[in-house]
């Protein structure tokens, strides 16, 4: 029912290389094209015979995927991390080089946080898990006083005088971060239909 969010970048990566394609690419990044990259990754995860290919750190940087600088708003962040889940979800990669790999994707105050998080955490606990980068950057870029708030605009929406596209955008948006409401696809149904107007 919710249409694929589109990815914010905080610009272009500069890491990395191009591809082995001969044929130079030269790829606007929009969150959501990224060129033969991701129609190649795309390719290789549909085709149920191909095994998923392993990533090494030059593959990853090659691929010049979005960036995230630690501004805009939490709904960016989640989209940017959704959209870095779906590429590693394309390939072999062990939890922590998803950690590592990622890491060349934050700018910025991101990558500041990150370094910070990173150092106070390896000493105690050993290297950082994706599970781990995960929570902190849940924590950090959208927290729990975020997510009370999509809890009660998420009661209070209405379609009113907004297309059933404009209506369902705006509820995506918002239901994703209502963990309680959005794993559950029978409440998640109640409620989208509760907010449209009589007619529908």
Known sequence: MPPRRRGRCGGRGNNGGRGNNSNEHNT???????????????QSANDNDAPAP????????????DTFDGTGTPMDAASWLHTMEKYMGATVMTPQERVIFVAFQLKGLADDW??????????????????????QFT???YPTSFKEKMDVALRNIKQGDKTVDEYETEFSKI???????????PEKTRRFFEGLNSEY
């Not at 606007?28 to 795309?42: I, P, R």
């Not at 370094?115 to 955490?121: F, I, L, N, P």
């Open 54 to 65: 392993n990533m090494t750190l030059s593959k990853w940087l090659a691929m010049r995927l």
């Open 28 to 42: 606007e990044v929009d969150g959501s094209s990224h060129g033969d990259a991701e129609a190649s990754m795309s």
């Open 114 to 135: 990150w370094e910070g998080v990173r150092v106070a955490w390896t000493p105690v606990h050993g290297p950082p898990t994706w599970e781990v980068f995960v929570k």
């Open 175 to 185: 239901v994703h971060f209502v963990d309680h409401i959005n794993q559950n696809e």
């Open 139 to 141: 924590a950090k870029y």
